[in-house]
């Protein structure tokens, strides 16, 4: 395994994670746009559980399973998305 891409075997940081983030910031958008002042652990629990719905959906867990090769197991998938770089020449 290259140095550096582990991330790209773990699938919720490849499926899960990113758009569990976008959920959150937009629902505490919302929260802070109805009061601007600070939001309560009560209004960001709310908040969490609601984003965390919409992020953790089996198709989304399934597809990063995929995506990092696990499930099928399919290591060219991997290896295939990572950025090799080119071998120098030394003259």
Not at 7 to 30: C, G, H, M, N
Not at 40 to 61: C, G, H, M, P
């Amino acid at each position: 395994l290259p140095p550096h891409s582990s991330y790209l075997l773990q699938p919720l940081d490849v499926a899960i994670f990113s758009p569990l983030k976008t959920y959150l910031s937009r629902e505490t958008d919302r929260l802070s746009r109805f009061d601007p002042g600070r939001i309560s652990k009560v209004d960001w629990t709310t908040a969490y559980i609601t984003a965390r719905q919409e992020a953790f959906r089996l198709n989304s867990i399934l597809s990063g399973f995929r995506k990092a090769g696990i499930f099928p197991f399919s290591p060219i998938t991997v290896l295939s998305s990572l950025e090799m770089p080119n071998p120098t020449s030394n003259p």
